[in-house]
């Protein structure tokens, strides 16, 4: 993908766990200063030179990397910019001191090489819901209503959101009126969401919220700082979903509908589908219904540049290990128990 936030200043680090999944370095470990020249700007991604931050002409910023080798962008420290790390042109200002480029970088990886497990920030963060207990606790939602044993969120993993990181990105350049609108609640004043038919008729199935505008409000919180358009945004998540649903993960929950289900076993199904390690980048949220601990959701870390043919066992390998919130609970049916 080609995006707007913090989540895509690295290019995606293809683990072999398990899997023994190919390689693909995209940051080359750099030192020394970079300073800057007349008219430069540092950007959150190289692609789309999104979010631009104006350099301060003579001033000296800490390189961390470089793109490539030879290198066409720094990835410096900005200090005060959120998040602080930016990709800047080499051409527009010069690098002093460190070691020339492609010595003295003994920690760089090369393909073929397993790169050390967790070795890049979590960069998104994808939401997945299991709907029927997500409708438990909103059996008012017009997508709770319409619920049916046959549909796809019936046994299927829907759609909650792609979450740029760290979680204060969130936004970005949308207006005062439809922030509060927003966080008010009132999505249906939200600006429409404008997307091509077969993109749009896919989400409609996979994140069932959208009878609620529940779209409306991914993109005015999370997607604005993801890509410059609803299309993308969606576009690649979905293609992350399908990923999951085609998993044995999925097939696990929809095997245990009714029935207990162990984050463990979670986990090692996760590892099966997507590579040793996977596991530990979900984690799991659970809700109290009736006295019952039900499974509602699961976040998956991702770190990496998302294409809609990005594997998602790279992107996982590559982000950050977390710890689960619930140790296990109720696959839930349709309908209220």
């Not at 960069?123 to 606790?137: G, I, K």
């Not at 970005?172 to 249906?188: A, E, F, L, M």
């Not at 919220?209 to 609803?230: F, M, V």
């Not at 009736?290 to 770190?303: A, C, D, H, Q, R």
Request: hydrophobic share 35%; aromatic share 6%.
């Amino acid at each position: 993908m080609r995006l707007v936030s913090f989540s895509k200043i690295f290019g995606v680090l293809a683990v072999a766990l398990g899997l023994a999944a190919p390689f693909a370095a995209a940051e080359v470990p750099l030192d020394g200063s970079f300073v800057a020249g007349q008219n430069c700007s540092a950007f959150q991604s190289i692609k789309k030179q999104s979010n631009p931050v104006p350099l301060n002409a003579g001033t000296s910023y800490q390189i961390v990397a470089g793109n490539k080798e030879p290198a066409s962008h720094f990835l410096i420290l900005v200090p005060g910019a959120s998040p602080e790390r930016r990709w800047a042109p080499v051409d527009c200002g010069t690098r002093s001191g460190g070691a020339p480029m492609g010595e003295g970088n003994t920690s760089a990886q090369k393909p073929g090489k397993q790169a050390p497990s967790g070795g890049q920030p979590t960069q998104n963060v994808l939401a997945v819901s299991w709907q029927p207990a997500f409708c438990e606790t909103k059996p008012d939602k017009v997508e709770c209503r319409t619920q049916t044993v046959d549909r796809f969120d019936a046994s299927n993993f829907t759609l909650h959101g792609l979450w740029p990181q760290p979680r204060r990105m969130a936004y970005c350049n949308v207006g005062k009126s439809d922030i509060g609108n927003d966080k008010d609640g009132r999505w249906d004043q939200l600006p429409e969401i404008s997307l091509e038919p077969p993109t749009r008729a896919e989400l409609d199935k996979v994140m069932p919220g959208t009878q609620s505008q529940l779209e409306r409000h991914e993109w005015t919180k999370h997607g604005t700082c993801y890509s410059q358009t609803p299309e993308e945004y969606f576009g690649e998540a979905l293609a992350l979903m399908r990923a999951l649903n085609g998993s044995a993960v999925r097939e696990l929950f929809a095997s245990r509908v009714g029935q207990q289900l162990t984050f463990d076993e979670i986990r090692k199904a996760f590892d099966q589908s997507f590579g040793e390690g996977a596991g530990l980048r979900v984690r799991m949220q659970c809700a109290r219904n009736n006295g019952k601990l039900i499974i509602s959701e699961l976040t998956i870390g991702l770190s990496g540049d998302i294409t809609p043919e990005t594997s998602l066992a790279n992107l996982m390998a590559a982000a950050t290990p977390t710890k689960t919130e619930c140790p296990g609970g109720l696959v839930d049916a349709v309908g209220q128990q």
